[in-house]
Each structure stands twice: as C-alpha cells, then as structure tokens.
C-alpha cells in the first residue's frame, strides 16, 4: 500500500467517525427533545390534576360545612319546640290550679252557711242538751267537717281583740268602749275565712274607739 492509498483510507476513517459523532449528537439532541417534551407532558398532566384534586376537598368541605348547619338548626329547632312544650305545660298546669282552687272556693262559699248554722245551733243548746246523744253525733259530724275542710285549705280570719283591717274585717257596728283599744274589734258577728291565701268571706265585727 503506498502512502497515497493510506492517506485516502486514513481520511475515510476520520469520515466516517465524524459521521458516526454527528449521528450521535443527533440522536442525544433527539432523544433530549423527546425526554423534555415528555417532562413538559408530565408537568402538565400533574399541574391539571392537582386542581381536580382541589376541587374534590373542597366540594367535601363545603358538604361539611353545609351539613353542620343543618345540624345546628336543627338542634336550635329542637331547642325551641321543647322550651315552648316546658312553657305550655307549666302555664298549662298554673290554669289547671286556678281553675281547681276556683271551683274550690266556690265550694267552700256554699259551705259557710251550714258552718254558721251548725255553730248557731250549738250556741242555743243547755249544756245539759249538748250532752245528749244526738248533740254529740251533731259535734263530732261538725269537728270532722272543719277538718277536712281545713287540711284542703280554710282558715279562721283572727279578729276578736284584733286591730281593725278592713282588707280582712267587715265594721257593722261602733262603739265607745274605755277599756277597749282604739280601733279594735271587740265582738265578732259572723266569722270570716280564708281558703289558702284567698278572703273567702271577711269578718263581721263590732269595732271600739
């Protein structure tokens, strides 16, 4: 081989290695354009579903924050209707009461008399009547009168050697009377009554000075 020959094939050798280095820098730059447009695609597809991560927790929360208002209406709701019910039942149960001691009262007005009656007839008897059997029967039916009346709630009005109250007593009569206090009762008529807190009947009285 002369050195015409060699020199050709030396400069074919040093062709075909900058061939194979352009070919390979072709092939990186390709295989750098795809990885980055791979990376762009991913950073992309990420970027897109991070808001339709979002979006989810958000729409959860806002269920949320919907439903406990729900909830607080409703337990406010429920707070409500049982104060009214607490409400009704004890005006319900104060009406109950008043209309009962009412019809009480009314009761209690109708018996008076027959009390006086009872007392007026003792108050004529001898005390040798009073000691019959029949007198007797009439003072024990009286006593058992009186006490169940006054466990439901009646009472003697005090009056006798009492102040004057017109709010308790009833002045039929006047008198001058030095051995009396000014403005005091000093003979009872007709007893009054109180059923519970209520004057059922005020007192029938003689008042002095």
Known sequence: MN??????????KNKAEDTAKEEKE????VE??????????????KAAEEPEKKE???????????KDEQIAELNDRVLRQMAEFDNYRKRTEKEKSAMFDMGAKNIVEKILPVIDNFERGFGMLSDEEK???????MEKVYKQMMTGLEEAGL????ALNCE???DLHNAVMHVEDENAGENTVVEVFQKGYFYKDTVVRHSMVKVAN
């Open 155 to 158: 009472k003697e009005i005090e």
């Open 164 to 166: 004057f109250n017109p």
């Open 56 to 66: 989810p927790e958000k729409e959860k929360k806002e269920k949320k924050d919907k």
């Open 3 to 12: 050195a015409k020959d060699l020199e050709k094939k030396v400069k074919n």
């Open 32 to 45: 750098n354009t795809i990885a980055e447009e791979k990376a762009e695609a991913a950073g992309k597809e």
């Open 131 to 137: 000691a019959q059997p029949f007198a007797a029967g």
């Open 26 to 29: 072709k092939t990186e730059t």
